[in-house]
Nanobody, 125 residues
Framework: QLQLVESGGGLVQRGGSLRLSCAASGRNFELYGIGWFRQAPGKEREGIAYISGDGGQVKYADSAKGRFTISRDNARNTVYLQMNILKPDDTADYYC??????????????????WGQGTQVTVSP
């Protein structure tokens, strides 16, 4: 089973960019789809982006389309989330997840079994 560690969060001004990383340890990383999620204070965790194991399929939440890009480097066991044109509404803890239950929807946090510890993103007005 993989273990995940997120990094790359921080404080950024409105309109700025950040690149988050999700580093995995364990075997067969290339077999796992990876999801990025976020949870703002007082709100439920929500799905942001998904990438399949081979990187051939990507999906985005409406809030991420046009601004965020998910990618992966299987040689480095890492998935990235490039976030551009950041807004204060993007402020949240960001998590990556793997091991999605077969037949479930990617954007539902309950579909995923393994989570990282999260990285905090704060976007100032």
């Amino acid at each position: 089973q993989l273990q995940l560690v997120e990094s790359g969060g921080g404080l950024v001004q409105r309109g700025g960019s950040l690149r988050l990383s999700c580093a995995a340890s364990g075997r067969n990383f290339e077999l796992y789809g990876i999801g990025w999620f976020r949870q703002a204070p007082g709100k439920e965790r929500e799905g942001i982006a998904y990438i399949s194991g081979d990187g051939g399929q990507v999906k985005y939440a409406d809030s991420a389309k046009g601004r965020f890009t998910i990618s992966r480097d299987n040689a480095r066991n890492t998935v990235y989330l490039q976030m551009n044109i950041l807004k204060p509404d993007d402020t949240a803890d960001y998590y990556c997840a793997c091991d999605q239950t077969y037949g479930t929807t990617w954007y539902d946090p309950a579909s995923w079994l393994v989570w990282g510890q999260g990285t905090q993103v704060t976007v100032s007005p």
